[in-house]
């Protein structure tokens, strides 16, 4: 494996075959040469990479409880402030040494671990301006334990805790629209991205880390156990996410919207949703309308992005 992409983050893990997270990770942390700090709430990056008594991580990692990621990084950011004040720090580090000079400082949760159960403690940290970045990677379920559906689940999605059945089609309500709530606070830089399209994830987590104050992304994780579809389709299903406008690819820049990937002909979002076995009992006839409301969803959202961004 290149040793350049594993540097931070080695090979020795234990993710499930296919499973994009590490990818997520190698990309993000790539984009910069500083050193760096992680802290991560539970979820599958922190079982898998820190199995007892070994760990897959080269940097300063730092495993968090589910809800306060964010806080142990805020933590970490005053530390390192006081340590620069006082001259214990330099500002920058050569040769990327981890304690040598200021650290980037960067949280890893899953869509559990953010839309839900650590949002209280994310939106604390940005509310209060700490300089770090927040990367949520959404597999759209609390995969570690088995799939139960999160905040962060589609509507119609087959879940351990909103399992379709007889009476139940799924998951019963839209995601929650994360990259609203985020905005709201008011930050420098958010976007979201999908791990299929590296060189544009690689871009934003460049920008991400550059910012001063906080910083946030969005990264679609198609997750082979939770979706159900072979990982030999794992970049062609990721793509399809983007392709149908389920997953659209853009930019929050000072609060201005930037598209980063607009599709003239969108293909319907059943080509994404029946490549699935979480959305297949939505192709049985009393399900069908809804994968009409998933579209009709899709459309409204995708036209409000092309109007905040001032497109046609
Ligand atoms: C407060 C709290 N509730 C529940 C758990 C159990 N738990 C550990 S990991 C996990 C699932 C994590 O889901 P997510 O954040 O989406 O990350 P993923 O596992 O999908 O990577 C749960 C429910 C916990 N550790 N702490």
């Not at 909103?162 to 089609?169: N, Q, T, V």
Request: glycine share 10%; net charge positive; aromatic share 8%.
């Amino acid at each position: 494996m290149n040793q350049e992409l594993t540097k931070k983050l080695a090979p020795g893990h234990t993710t499930c075959a296919g499973c994009g997270i590490p990818v997520i990770v190698r990309t993000i942390l790539g984009a910069t040469k500083d050193p760096v700090i992680v802290s991560n709430a539970t979820g599958c990056l922190e079982v898998t990479t820190t199995i007892y008594p070994y760990t897959a991580w080269k940097i300063p990692y730092i495993h968090s409880a589910f809800e306060n990621a964010a806080a142990t990084i805020s933590g970490v950011e005053a530390a390192q402030k006081a340590l620069l004040k006082k001259a214990k720090l330099k500002k920058s580090a050569k040769g990327g040494s981890a304690f040598g000079g200021k650290a980037k400082l960067v949280v890893f949760g899953g869509d559990g671990g953010t839309y839900d159960i650590g949002l209280q403690s994310l939106s604390g940290a940005l509310e209060r301006g700490h300089e770090f970045l927040y990367v949520c990677y959404d597999n759209g379920g609390y995969m570690n334990t088995g799939g139960q559906r999160s905040g962060g689940t589609p509507l119609g999605a087959n879940t351990e805790t909103e399992p379709a059945g007889l009476d139940s089609f799924g998951k019963s309500r839209n995601r929650k629209d994360l990259m609203e709530i985020v905005k709201s606070h008011g930050i420098k830089y958010l976007a979201q991205a999908n791990v299929a399209y590296p060189n544009d994830l690689a871009m934003k987590a460049k920008k991400a880390l550059e910012t001063k104050g906080p910083s946030f992304l969005l990264v679609l994780q198609p997750c082979t156990n939770l979706w159900k579809f072979p990982t030999s389709r794992y970049v062609r299903l990721g793509r399809l996410a983007t392709e149908t406008n389920f997953w659209p690819l853009y930019e929050i820049e000072k609060g201005n919207y930037v598209i980063n990937y607009v599709n003239k002909n969108p293909k319907k979002v059943e080509e994404f949703l029946k490549e699935q076995g979480r959305f297949k009992h939505l192709f049985e006839e009393k399900n069908k309308k809804v994968i009409k409301e998933i579209q009709k969803s899709v459309n409204g959202n995708w036209k409000k992005l092309v109007e905040m961004s001032g497109s046609k």
